[in-house]
């Protein structure tokens, strides 16, 4: 009788033991695969990002009924690399390759194409100069249109380098950078130029040269960008292959320029008509180069990695 009072106990003992050795086991299962997440990239790894900067300036916008927040532009985006001559895309694609876990391929490609359309009134002139109905407004004042167009692309390719093995990484590389672009402004004036009035009343008095008002300034062409690109910045792994990065870049680039064209009108007093003429501003083969951290405020982009 004690020998099966003994068996019960035993198997008792054994039954109560299994639920708690399978538990033990299941929290050891979900250690090791918290243990497992990887957060940094790692050898064969592909990435691709974006630039986060207009998303902040979407969101910006968004919550304070504002349609043109620039703390963005002025403050930690910095100023667009080649800034001053040519005018980036708004937003870009960058992709990454891991070669190994510190060393990787990286690439940047953006198009460009921006049409911009600027009204502005302007005293009517035949109606300052005639009699008038002073109850007409709309007869005081006209309209000028200027409208710009840009349209190219960049793209940029290069090694990057990466030191840390935890969620805040430091990233360094240098990209061979490609770029073309082509412009062309227009304008549509209110008041015309007639033997009369030689000189309208124009808004944008920078369109003037002497006594010829410009119609169109235009490249033939595009112009050429060519150059080397330095970056240096940090990637915080905000979750698993997840990352908010930081870059500030230098950079070394030639300009190639295509010819330059303005159409403009004007009165000719030797032939006592109004004329239009095309200049040529400059000539093919223009060559300048361009050095500095020209956006020292720095770029926001966030990377998913597979």
Same mark, same amino acid.
């Given at each position: 009788?004690?020998?099966?009072?003994? $068996?019960? *106990?035993? *198997?008792?003992?054994?039954?109560?033991?299994?639920?708690?050795? @399978?538990?033990?086991?299941?929290?050891?299962?979900?250690? !090791?695969?918290?243990? *497992?997440?990887?957060?940094?990239?790692?050898? %064969?790894?592909?990435?691709?990002?974006?630039?986060?900067?207009?998303?902040?300036?979407?969101?910006?916008?968004?919550?304070?009924?504002?349609? $043109?927040?620039?703390?963005?532009?002025? %403050?930690?985006? &910095?100023?667009?690399?080649?800034?001053?001559?040519?005018?980036?895309?708004? +937003?870009?694609?960058? +992709?990454?390759?891991?070669?190994?876990? =510190? @060393?990787?391929?990286?690439?940047?490609?953006? @198009?460009?194409?921006?049409?911009?359309?600027?009204?502005?009134?302007?005293? /009517?002139?035949?109606?300052?100069?005639?009699?008038?109905?002073?109850?007409? +407004?709309?007869?005081?004042?006209?309209?000028?249109?200027?409208?710009?167009?840009?349209?190219?692309?960049?793209? #940029?390719?290069?090694?990057?380098?990466?030191?840390?093995?935890?969620?805040?990484?430091?990233?360094? %590389?240098?990209?061979?950078?490609? *770029?073309?672009?082509?412009?062309?402004?227009?304008?549509?004036?209110? #008041?015309?130029?007639?033997?009369? /009035?030689?000189?309208?009343?124009?808004?944008?008095?920078? !369109?003037?040269? &002497? /006594?010829?008002?410009?119609?169109?300034?235009?490249?033939?062409?595009?112009?050429?960008? !060519?150059?080397?690109?330095?970056?240096?910045?940090?990637?915080?792994?905000?979750?698993?292959?997840?990352? @908010?990065?930081?870059?500030?870049?230098?950079?070394?680039?030639? =300009?190639?320029?295509? =010819?330059?064209?303005?159409?403009?009108? &004007?009165?000719?007093?030797?032939?006592?008509?109004?004329?239009?003429?095309?200049?040529?501003? $400059?000539?093919?083969?223009?060559?300048?180069?361009?050095? &500095?951290?020209? #956006?020292? %405020?720095?770029?926001?982009?966030?990377?998913?990695?597979?």
């Amino acid at each position: 009788m004690k020998r099966y009072l003994k $068996s019960i *106990a035993l *198997a008792a003992a054994c039954g109560l033991a299994m639920p708690l050795c @399978l538990c033990a086991q299941e929290q050891g299962d979900v250690t !090791a695969t918290k243990a *497992a997440k990887v957060y940094v990239p790692e050898q %064969g790894d592909f990435a691709i990002g974006f630039d986060v900067t207009p998303v902040l300036r979407y969101v910006g916008n968004f919550f304070n009924g504002n349609t $043109s927040n620039n703390a963005m532009d002025n %403050g930690l985006q &910095g100023s667009p690399a080649m800034g001053n001559v040519f005018q980036g895309p708004v +937003a870009s694609i960058m +992709a990454k390759y891991m070669i190994t876990d =510190q @060393l990787g391929l990286r690439a940047n490609i953006g @198009l460009l194409n921006r049409n911009t359309h600027s009204q502005v009134y302007v005293p /009517n002139d035949v109606y300052s100069q005639l009699p008038h109905d002073p109850d007409v +407004a709309g007869d005081a004042r006209l309209i000028d249109h200027r409208t710009q167009k840009v349209s190219g692309g960049s793209i #940029n390719i290069g090694p990057e380098w990466r030191v840390g093995k935890r969620r805040v990484q430091g990233v360094f %590389g240098v990209d061979a950078m490609v *770029a073309f672009q082509n412009t062309k402004t227009s304008y549509a004036w209110g #008041n015309a130029l007639t033997d009369v /009035n030689q000189h309208p009343t124009s808004s944008w008095q920078d !369109a003037w040269q &002497g /006594n010829y008002r410009t119609l169109e300034h235009y490249n033939d062409g595009h112009n050429v960008y !060519a150059g080397l690109l330095g970056h240096v910045g940090i990637e915080f792994f905000v979750a698993p292959k997840i990352s @908010l990065g930081a870059e500030v870049n230098v950079n070394a680039y030639w =300009q190639f320029g295509n =010819q330059e064209y303005r159409k403009s009108e &004007g009165f000719n007093t030797a032939t006592g008509l109004v004329e239009t003429r095309t200049d040529l501003v $400059s000539p093919a083969g223009l060559k300048e180069f361009y050095f &500095g951290t020209e #956006n020292l %405020g720095g770029c926001l982009y966030m990377m998913f990695y597979f």
